[in-house]
């Protein structure tokens, strides 16, 4: 697998990532459409976009072996969180107008596992390579769901969740993730795998059949060492937001550098840095 460009040393806060990527016509993907009246509780309404752009929120354990800090020899890691989709976006630039986290509309929420391997990159950044990753995707039809990140363990939502539905699941194809110590403190980029339940195939409507594989990444905002360090094993925090494009087919050659390359026109730049850790 290639590396990912660097690129994403340019982006800024998840706020200003996902504004940025909706606003974008550079980063269009193919169209599709989303039948926001298969809801329960919404207004019939035909959504056409391209993108959906998402924050996300996640814990991270990182195993050392040999006590000598990330050496990439079985250094393991298991990365728990949730994500929210934030907005529709349009090829043209722009957020298209919907339902996602209107007054009276609906949410969409992620709960998503990975594991990998974590090695050095330059020399103070971590390389994280993906193993696996599974994630379903859930229609919260009255907003009421409460998601946080436990302590340990995978994330369960909290509120009523009782009239969730799973839209979608996710298996991993390609995947990779920085951790920088400079501009932004880091970037990911999958490929993954997607399979519609019959709930999404009434929500996801078009094309159909809907697409099998999406384009999924962005950038990590904060990254906080909580306990531990990179010598001995660590847990950490992770905050961030980002995009997904639906693919037709797998990119040639077979990498998922992509979306990194149609970031390149968004040409922002910050002199924070925001590396934290305790």
Known sequence: ???FSRIFKLLLAASAVSAA???TPAMAGPLFTVDEGSVPGTTPNLVEADRISFEYHAIIDQTIVGGDGLAGAGDTFIETGFLTKAAFGSPTGGSVPSQLNAL???RIY???????????FGATGI?????TLTMTLYIDPDQNTILGLPVAGPVIPGGVTGDDFAIATFTLNLGEAHVFDSLANGDFDTLLNLTLTPAGQLFFVS???????????GNTQT???TSGDITTGFTAIADGGGLELFIAAVPEPASIALFGIGL???GMSNGRKNKNRT
């Open 223 to 225: 990254f906080n060492i």
């Open 207 to 217: 094309p159909s059949p809907f697409f099998a594989l999406e384009n999924f990444g």
């Open 264 to 266: 390149l026109g968004l």
């Open 104 to 106: 009276g509309g609906y």
């Open 21 to 23: 990527l909706i606003g």
């Open 127 to 131: 390389l994280a390579t993906f193993q």
């Open 1 to 3: 697998m290639k590396p």
């Open 110 to 120: 992620g709960l998503f596992t990975i594991t990998g391997e974590a090695d050095p």
